[in-house]
C-alpha cells in the first residue's frame, strides 16, 4: 500500500533529512586510506544518537534474512554494491572508492541516503563511474513528479545511462535485482522503484509521496553475487559499482529533496 504522507509527517521527514545529511556528509569528510569501515559505522551511530535519533539499519532484518543488520552504516567497498557490513579489519586503502548507505528514525519516521566517495586519489575511470552514478540520481529525481509514474523514473535513468554508454564507449551496468521504495512510516514502503522501465508505466506519482531513489551501475555487468554473510551484494565481474540515494517528496513542481543539508541555498541537495 502507498502511504501518503500528512504536512506534519513531512515537516518531520524534512528534519529528519536534514540529520541524515548532515551526519552522511561529516562521513564522507571522515574517509580517508587508513580509516576502518567499522570506525565509520561506529562514527556514524554516535552522530545519529547525539542528534536524539536512532539508526534505521542497526538489527533490522528485511524480510528472507536469516539474521538482523549488524551495523548502523551499510559500507560497500569497489566491487561490493551495496549492505555491506562494516569490520575493524576492513582499512580503506588509497584508491578505493567507498559506498555509505545508512538510514535514520527521526520522531519515528524514517529517511534514507546513500553516496559513493573516493578514498584519496582514484582513477579516472573510478571518478567517472561516480560521477554517472550520482548525474543518474538526478536524472530519476528531475523525472518524479505528481501525475507521472514510477516507470518514468526508471526509464529516465535506464534512457541516460544507455547514452553515457554510447558517448563514452562504456558498459555500465544498471543493478536491477535491487530497487529504490516508499520511504517514511518504515525504511521500506511500497512502491518499488526500479531504475530502469517503460514510461508510463506501474505505479503512479502523487504528491505527498516519499521515495527514495538509489541507481546502482556497475562498471561492467548488471549480474550481482551476495556473499555468504547473506548481505554483502558484489558485481559478478569484479568490477567496481557505485551508488547514491536521497529521500524525495513529490510535488506538483519539482521533486523536493528531503535528505540535504540546505534545502534553501541547495535546491538539488547534491552539494552539502
Ligand atoms: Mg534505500
Do not use: W
Amino acid at each position: 500500500m502507498i502511504i501518503i504522507k500528512t504536512p506534519e509527517e513531512i515537516e518531520i521527514l524534512r528534519e529528519g533529512g536534514k540529520h541524515l545529511a548532515t551526519v552522511l556528509y561529516k562521513l564522507r569528510d571522515m574517509v580517508k586510506p587508513g580509516v576502518s569501515t567499522k570506525d565509520l559505522d561506529l562514527h556514524a551511530e554516535k552522530l545519529i544518537r547525539e542528534m536524539g535519533d536512532v539508526p534505521a539499519f542497526l538489527n533490522y532484518r528485511p524480510e528472507g534474512a536469516n539474521k538482523p543488520f549488524p551495523a548502523s552504516l551499510c559500507i560497500s567497498v569497489n566491487d561490493e554494491v551495496v549492505h555491506g557490513i562494516p569490520s575493524q579489519k576492513r582499512i580503506l586503502q588509497e584508491g578505493d572508492i567507498v559506498s555509505l548507505d545508512l538510514g535514520l528514525k527521526h520522531k519515528n519516521l524514517f529517511t534514507d541516503m546513500a553516496l559513493t566517495v573516493p578514498v584519496g586519489v582514484v582513477s579516472k575511470e573510478n571518478k567517472k563511474l561516480m560521477d554517472i552514478t550520482e548525474q543518474a540520481l538526478a536524472v530519476g529525481i528531475s523525472a518524479a513528479r505528481s501525475g507521472g509514474t514510477v516507470g518514468d523514473i526508471g526509464h529516465a535513468v535506464a534512457s541516460f545511462v544507455r547514452s553515457q554508454n554510447k558517448n563514452n564507449n562504456m558498459q555500465y551496468g544498471i543493478v536491477e535485482v535491487l530497487s529504490g521504495h516508499g520511504v517514511g512510516r518504515a525504511i521500506h514502503e511500497d512502491p518499488y522503484i526500479p531504475n530502469f522501465g517503460k514510461a508510463g508505466t506501474g505505479a503512479k506519482l502523487v504528491s505527498g509521496m516519499v521515495i527514495a531513489l538509489e541507481p546502482m551501475l556497475n562498471a561492467g555487468t548488471k549480474n550481482v553475487t551476495i556473499d555468504a554473510d547473506g548481505y554483502t551484494f558484489r558485481t559478478a565481474d569484479g568490477k567496481n559499482s557505485a551508488h547514491f540515494e536521497h529521500t524525495i517528496l513529490i510535488t506538483d513542481g519539482e521533486a523536493e529533496i528531503l535528505t540535504c543539508t540546505n534545502t534553501k541555498k541547495d535546491p538539488k541537495g547534491l552539494v552539502p
